[in-house]
């Protein structure tokens, strides 16, 4: 089972509707889990982290993670056209001893107005 | 305060030739790890230095070196090049775990031709 998992895509909303991206992990000791949003041909820019079960809130964006089912999600509200993007989950890896991030494959929003 | 500074941007190089690529990190960070994003795919961990010593090596040929230096910026070398290293490569920057997520750089896009 690979470390960070996520569906590719693309998840296709309307403006203004709510977007859920998911992943998972498989690390239980992981302790933090990141989420960065990345435009075609950019680099990845963090948008959210979240230490805590529960949820955290920044804006139209709210991290959930879920410790006992191994799952984090990322609710975007109000989604805009300029949300379009590819958004990946990481967290620590157990392998480096927690100094490295290991990355998901990426989900694809695509925002239509 | 400067972020993650990469360069160059762009390259385009033949096989089998060496391409060298430079980062200086965030202000403040003193840990580096590169990354390798393919087209449609998430970053993979290549290898991290800290100390100027590579701590943490991912599953990359030893055609894949690095080096870091004592104001922490760092270089990723490629030797014999092939077509299946084109790619984004990102240079992230970190404490020295990764339990406050990593800033990239804005990344180099290698052609190789």
């Known amino acids: 089972q690979k470390e960070v998992e996520q569906n590719s895509g693309p998840l296709s909303v309307p403006e203004g509707a709510i977007a859920s991206l998911n992943c998972t992990y498989s690390d239980r000791g992981s302790q933090s889990f990141f989420w960065y949003r990345q435009y075609s041909g950019k680099s990845p820019e963090l948008i959210m982290f979240i230490y805590s079960n529960g949820d955290k809130e920044d804006g139209r964006f709210t991290a959930q993670l879920n410790k006992a089912s191994q799952y984090v999600s990322l609710l975007i509200r109000d989604s805009q056209p300029s949300d379009s993007a590819t958004y990946l989950c990481?967290?620590?890896?157990?392998?480096?001893?927690?100094?490295?991030?290991?990355f998901g494959k990426g989900t694809m929003l695509l925002v239509s107005p | 305060d400067a972020g993650v500074t990469q360069s160059p941007t762009h390259l385009i190089k033949t096989r089998g030739q060496q391409v060298t690529l430079r980062c200086s990190p965030k202000s403040g960070h003193d840990t580096v790890s590169w990354y390798q994003q393919a087209l449609g795919q998430g970053p993979q961990f290549i290898f991290q230095?800290?100390?100027?010593?590579?701590?943490q090596r991912g599953n990359f040929p030893d055609r894949f070196s690095g080096h870091q230096f004592p104001n922490y910026s760092s270089e990723l070398n490629v030797n014999a090049l092939l077509l299946g290293d084109s790619a984004l490569y990102l240079c992230?920057?970190?404490?020295?775990?990764?339990?406050?997520?990593?800033?990239f750089g804005s990344g180099t896009r290698l052609t190789v031709v």
């Open positions: 230095y800290y100390e100027e010593e590579e701590r």
């Open positions: 990481a967290a620590p890896s157990l392998n480096s001893g927690y100094s490295t991030l290991t």
């Open positions: 992230a920057s970190s404490g020295a775990l990764a339990n406050y997520g990593y800033t």
